[in-house]
């Protein structure tokens, strides 16, 4: 496969079904969006230890949320009749990280306020990526106001950034960082 094609030299760029597109349509800063958050979360996953055992189930996690990154992102580029030839993306997606959530969070001090980022790398890297997911949420919301998209994938970015804020908590806790959290001072 030839990497340059020079069909997008004059900004635009051709989606899944045919359609050519300018480079900066809503279809392509949703998915480039996603394509940023797939960096974020290998990066993430780069920097994790392989010695220590409460972080190995995050490099299983991080490869299996790539390849859903890579699936949704698909259907943020593909129209109409196009997106019936794609890799499934439903319901399983979003529960995987419901599941993943909620097992996290089982192993956590409940809190009651906001946490402040930061402490250690990974906690950081681990907010990064959840603030890039939020843009991600807003880039696809933009779209779904012009255009019918896979319900799945607003529901998976969503719980995404709920997981990174989790994760992120778990590696403060793994890493024994004292937790800040946010005081509201009126």
Known sequence: MKIYTKTGDRGTTQLIGGR??????????????????????????????????????????????????????????AEDSAAKKLPA??????????GRIDAIQATLVPIT???????????????????VCRRCERRIIDLQESCEINPYVGEYINRLSDYFYVAGRKFTDEFHVKEILWEYNS
């Open 20 to 77: 050519r597109v300018s480079k900066n349509h809503p279809r392509i800063e949703a998915y480039g969006t996603v394509d940023e958050m797939m960096a974020q979360v290998a990066y993430l996953r780069d920097n994790l230890p392989t010695d220590k055992e409460e972080i190995n189930e995050f490099h299983q996690d991080l490869l299996r949320i790539l390849d859903d990154l890579m699936r949704l992102s698909s259907y943020l580029a």
């Open 89 to 98: 993306f439903d319901a399983s997606h979003v529960q995987f990280l419901e």
């Open 113 to 131: 306020r906001f946490t402040l980022p930061g402490g250690h790398p990974l906690v950081s890297l681990a907010n990064i990526a959840r603030t």
